[in-house]
Nanobody
Framework: QAQLVESGGGLVQPGGSLRLSCTAT????????MSWYRQAPGKQRELVAS???????NYADSMKGRFTISRDNARNTVYLQMNSLKPEDTAVYYC???????WGQGTQVTVSS
C-alpha cells in the first residue's frame, strides 16, 4: 500500500515561514500530479497548490507570491515553502497524489502571535 507522510507543520508568528514536506512510501506505481490542500476549522478543504511530474505548477490566488510548491522525483517528495504567513493560513495541510489517489494524514499549521 502506498502512503503519504507529511511533516514540517507547527506554530509560527505572523510574517514567518514554514516548509512542509510530503514523502510517498510503499508500493508506488505512478505518483503523478501532487497537490497540497488545507482545511481550516469549520471550512471546506481547499486547494493550495499543485505540481505536475514535469514541474509545472498551479496556485490558488491567495497563495500566489507567498507559497512555493516543488518536488524531488528521485525522493518521491513534494514540498510547500510558505512565507509571509498570516493568521488566516491556520489550517491542517494535506498532500494528495493524483496517480496514487492517496491522501496524507495532515499536518497542523498555526499562525499566531
Amino acid at each position: 500500500q502506498a502512503q503519504l507522510v507529511e511533516s514540517g507543520g507547527g506554530l509560527v508568528q505572523p510574517g514567518g515561514s514554514l516548509r512542509l514536506s510530503c514523502t510517498a512510501t510503499g508500493r508506488l506505481f505512478y505518483i503523478g500530479t501532487m497537490s497540497w490542500y488545507r482545511q481550516a476549522p469549520g471550512k471546506q478543504r481547499e486547494l493550495v497548490a499543485s505540481i505536475l511530474t514535469g514541474g509545472g505548477t498551479n496556485y490558488a490566488d491567495s497563495m500566489k507570491g507567498r507559497f512555493t510548491i516543488s518536488r524531488d522525483n528521485a525522493r518521491n517528495t513534494v514540498y510547500l515553502q510558505m512565507n509571509s504567513l498570516k493568521p488566516e493560513d491556520t489550517a491542517v495541510y494535506y498532500c494528495y497524489s493524483v496517480g496514487l489517489n492517496v491522501w496524507g494524514q495532515g499536518t497542523q499549521v498555526t499562525v499566531s502571535s
